[in-house]
């Protein structure tokens, strides 16, 4: 396995699961991810959610963790990296209004780097306009917008995950062995 050098887009109140797995995960198997927001740099901190299925209507959401980042953001350029990780929670709503994170992910998707985006993650790939003619899968609530993105929605199981292309999505953080395993094939191919 050839290592990479993975970006990893982050904001406050970013999926604690969904944040610290692929983090932890990737660096195991050997790849270097540098984890980066907006307005924050090298050592700054974004506040975590824990987000669970308790049996409501929607997910609940608890208190995370700090998790600090390792890289600068105003520094990041796609062409340093090999792949890029959108983890969900709440940091998607507002790090897709930021116009270096859509030209990020625009640049990402143009040179076919792969993508690995989970439940509310995908919200950045619709901002970005890279899910037309695609098929996506993210958290359920989010269908409409992979729709009006002009993608085509993976309504699948919350343990799974869906490729096209350099996209690898998954609804929740209980797809992450799928969704992973996934993610390290594109790595690898």
């Not at 991810?33 to 299925?53: E, N, Q, R």
């Not at 390792?70 to 709440?90: H, K, S």
């Not at 309504?155 to 929740?172: E, F, H, K, R, S």
């Amino acid at each position: 396995m050839t290592k990479k050098k993975i970006l990893m887009l982050v904001g406050d109140y970013v999926e604690d699961y969904e944040t610290m797995v692929p983090f932890q995960a990737l660096q195991m198997l050997g790849h270097r991810v540098d984890a980066v927001c907006p307005d924050k740099s090298k050592g700054d901190y974004v506040l975590t959610a824990i987000h669970d299925f308790d049996g409501a209507q929607t997910y609940s959401e608890k208190p995370g963790h700090r998790f600090v980042l390792n890289a600068d953001f105003a520094e990041t350029r796609a062409q340093d990296y090999d792949a890029l990780v959108i983890p969900g929670g709440r940091a998607p709503e507002y790090l897709r209004l930021n116009p270096k994170v859509i030209s990020l992910v625009q640049d990402f998707d143009a040179a076919d780097k792969p993508i690995a985006a989970v439940c509310h993650g995908p919200q950045i790939l619709a901002a970005a306009g890279v899910l037309k003619g695609r098929t996506c899968s993210a958290y359920p609530a989010c269908a409409p917008e992979v729709r009006l993105g002009g993608g085509q929605f993976a309504d699948i199981a919350v343990d799974q995950a869906y490729v096209d292309g350099n996209l690898v999505t998954a609804p929740a953080w209980p797809a992450h062995p799928q969704w992973l395993a996934r993610f390290a094939e594109l790595l690898d191919s």
